[in-house]
């Protein structure tokens, strides 16, 4: 829905991009997003992934379960890469494409769209960013003090039942989603 309503804009390119994420790029690391359009003016789809340190600043249920999706997604598309920091980019014919093709329903569409892009051979790109650290912390400060400090915290979240069920089941659907295992 919110590519569909994207395309209603003058801007010949989509970034699709959680809000909270997108304000922990702006915060701390805004030149990476004025790379973003430079890229994608000889690109169809970009596949915005994260340096091996943002990857790592994750918590480890994370860290796994994206990890799972990564390796499948990359054994399909014949090339490593991380598709599942929650950001992708786009050009308005792209983003149609993914509209009139799509049939994820949740965040599946990170291993889905840059399949359909590729698929329809059109240009799909990857750009590392250190901005797609996680971003969380930012507006969890007062838990993360209660906690005794971000790794204690993320060691809660790793510790989780529901964190490590809702990871899994959507590393599973990003992986069936993937062309062949319908």
């Known amino acids: 829905m919110c590519v569909k309503n994207a395309l209603k804009g003058e801007s010949?390119?989509?970034?699709?991009?959680d809000f909270d994420r997108i304000i922990h790029w702006l915060r701390f690391f805004p030149e990476e997003l004025q790379l973003l359009s430079l890229v994608l003016a000889n690109t169809d789809f970009l596949?915005?992934?994260?340096?091996t340190r943002a990857f790592l600043t994750h918590p480890q249920i994370q860290q796994e379960m994206e990890g799972i999706t990564n390796q499948a997604f990359s054994l399909f598309s014949g090339f490593k890469t991380d598709v599942t920091a929650g950001s992708s980019a786009m050009n308005k014919k792209t983003a149609q494409l993914l509209i009139n093709n799509s049939r994820a329903e949740h965040n599946e569409t990170d291993t889905e769209w840059p399949m359909l892009a590729m698929s329809s051979s059109l240009v799909v790109r990857q750009v590392k960013f250190e901005g797609l650290e996680f971003e969380t912390p930012d507006y969890f400060e007062e838990e993360i003090r209660r906690a005794g400090g971000l790794e204690a915290w993320k060691k809660k979240l790793d510790a989780d039942p529901q964190q490590r069920e809702s990871r899994l089941k959507l590393a599973m659907s990003s992986i069936k989603i993937l062309p062949g295992n319908a």
């Open 12 to 17: 010949n390119f989509i970034h699709y991009c």
């Open 47 to 51: 596949i915005t992934s994260r340096t």
